[in-house]
């Protein structure tokens, strides 16, 4: 049987001397690590009268009343499914009716659309003839058919075929660069060519140096369009402003894909091109699956509920509705609906556990929790607080009964010596970083990051979920992608969250300990940290582009799709503040769009 226990493998950063502006910097820290504000800090006395501490979390902004009192037209509806299979028919007919050899761009440009709009999972098998068909004409080794290629038909197909598993080489870009190596300057004037090799450019491999410079060049000439407010709207495409801006807040690679839907559809209205089917499709479809989404809901809301963990953990994060939202994020296809459910619990889990590591109990309290998780034994936690039972036993029915829903499910699977391993190592992990916390101690960038990897929980997480997914991926192909999946969510959680977790007293993050590192300031080592997310979707998109070669794509996928989704959801959460914290206005509007309110 698979396992994937993550051994997280350091970055491999030199660890040079302090310098310092770094000590200077860091003393900073300390302040604020150890400081005693009220906003930040909160005294509760309990049988053994310990000084604890508080984040000050607000509470949930959904009651329990309103989430059960969900209904969806659309759910289990015989008329909406009727016309759903009647659309989805018009569309298959679409596909087949493509010509690649004589539009190559229309029909990779329906591909990109049917993505875009949520609907695509719907049409895999056409997809992947249609994109068959179009490596073979004109990718496949076929090196004097690239330099005929339009611009953006070439970014287009570059982008589509490489998410779609072939390896298609960056030498077909080496055109647009003059003698001297620099890219060409005219390449700017095709702004759609330009945003489209803008999006390919995040699906570079790793010593892709063609796709580096081609990344920044798009930027740069993004930027200036809409500084210049010069954006000439050009056929298809009516509201080009407006597709650069979102495109430069986050590239189409590192968006979760439920969330684009949402907002594309809007956008797909407005295009001179609008197939009014495509559009009643994503529509129908997007509030059908709503409507699966919020039974699931529904479901994870009663869960929580009865566990009590929000009445009795006032101290912890109450955020049933933002784990779900990321357990959608990470897998939301109508069929997956135990995944949602268990990803949900895992996460609502680790929020209340972190809690308790990070912010409400003492050092001595944490030791003995963790070895209670060690031993996977009630008889274990008859010495600590009561609040530190009920988090235990809860937590360990939990785990115990989803381990005995997949035994039940299939007979050949016993992953509960598999899982118990897997949350001892988050324990440890979690326990370390109080440690840290507790002796003042700053670990290097290296350190850092491979005890964070695991706190982070992604390991943790699709550990549980693994055999759900009926997985085939094994050995070092699954300790890799697992591993990147960790990587992009700790470094995006670190950019988001570090200025809020040290007010209220945390380690250090990444950010601070670079700093401590190198001496570099503040927005030195954001910059820094950003650049380490994008050389591990370097080596995300390497591993996955081997894992579907290698594996059985059908069998992979699902699973490929929602380690990959946990860190594009990170990137989507804290790419401004920690709004998972601290949900803001923003942040609630998602939750209303993606879960309350039906597309029209």
């Known amino acids: 049987m698979a396992s994937i226990y993550i051994s997280c493998p350091g970055i491999g950063f030199a660890r040079p001397r302090s310098h310092e502006t770094g000590r200077r910097n860091i003393q900073g820290i300390r302040k604020q690590l150890y400081s005693t504000n009220p906003t930040t800090m909160a005294v509760t006395t309990d049988d053994t009268s310990v000084l604890r501490r508080s ?33 989805k028919e018009l569309v298959k007919t679409m596909i087949s009716e493509c010509n690649v050899m004589e539009d190559t761009l229309s029909t990779l440009e329906l591909v990109d659309d049917l993505q875009r709009l949520g609907i695509s999972y719907h049409f895999k098998d056409e997809i992947r003839n249609v994109l068959k068909s179009v490596y073979m004409c004109y990718f496949d080794g076929h090196v004097n058919y690239w330099n005929k290629l339009d611009l953006n038909l070439k970014a287009l197909g570059f982008r589509l075929l490489r998410q779609h598993g072939y390896r298609i080489p960056q030498e077909i870009f080496e055109d647009i660069k003059d003698e001297t190596g620099n890219i060409k300057v005219h390449v700017g004037d095709d702004i759609v060519g330009v945003l489209n090799l803008y999006e390919a450019s995040f699906f570079a491999v790793v010593d892709e140096n063609i796709l580096d410079e081609i990344r920044e060049f798009t930027i740069q000439c993004l930027e200036k369009k809409l500084e210049q407010d010069d954006i000439i709207n050009i056929g298809k495409q009516s509201s080009m402003s407006m597709l650069i801006s979102h495109a430069l807040e986050l590239p189409l690679l590192w968006r979760p894909q439920r969330f684009e839907p949402i907002w594309f559809i809007e956008a797909y209205k407005r295009r001179n091109d609008m197939n009014p089917s495509l559009l009643e499709l994503a529509e129908l479809d997007f509030n059908i699956v709503q409507g699966i989404h919020r039974e699931d809901l529904k479901y994870s809301s009663r869960w929580w509920d009865s566990l009590g963990w929000h009445k009795k953990f006032s101290f912890a994060r109450d955020r049933l509705v933002e784990s779900f939202m990321w357990a959608v994020g990470a897998s939301y296809q109508p069929s997956f609906s135990v995944l949602r459910r268990n990803i949900t619990k895992l ?37 600590l607080p009561d609040y530190m039972k009920i988090c235990f036993l809860g937590f360990y029915n939990t785990i115990n009964e989803m381990a005995y829903n997949t035994l039940l499910a299939n007979q050949e699977i016993l992953v509960l010596p598999y899982v118990k391993k897997v949350w001892a190592d988050y324990c440890d992990a979690i326990l370390l970083e109080a440690q840290w916390f507790h002796s003042g101690y700053t670990p290097s960038l290296d350190e850092y990051l491979k005890n964070s990897c695991v706190t982070i929980s992604v390991p943790a997480i699709l550990s549980n979920i693994y055999h759900i997914t009926s997985s085939d991926l094994t050995g070092e192909a699954l300790q890799n992608i697992v591993h990147c999946s960790s990587m992009i969510l700790r470094l995006a959680d670190d950019l988001g969250t570090s200025t809020a977790e040290l007010e209220r007293g945390d380690v250090p993050k990444s950010i601070q300990c670079y700093m401590h590192e190198t001496g570099a300031s503040e927005e030195k080592a954001r910059e820094h940290i950003k650049k380490l997310i994008i050389q591990t979707w370097k080596k995300l998109n390497q591993e996955t582009m081997s894992a579907a070669a290698k594996y059985d794509p059908s069998a992979s996928e699902i699973f490929v799709e929602c380690a990959t989704n946990l860190g594009r959801m990170g990137q989507f959460t804290y790419k401004d503040t920690d709004v998972f914290g601290t949900p803001d206005d923003l942040y609630k509007s998602h939750q209303i769009s993606l879960l309350f309110t039906p597309k029209s």
């Open 55 to 87: 984040a000050n979390y607000p509470p949930s902004l959904w009651s329990y009343d309103f989430l059960q009192s969900l209904t969806n037209n659309y759910y289990l509806s015989e008329k909406y499914e009727t016309k759903l299979d009647g659309l």
């Open 347 to 383: 996460i609502s889990l680790i929020n209340v556990i972190d809690d308790v590591y990070d912010v409400y109990g003492t050092l001595d309290e944490l030791k003995q929790f963790t070895d209670a998780v060690r031993r996977w034994d009630t008889n274990a936690i008859e010495e």
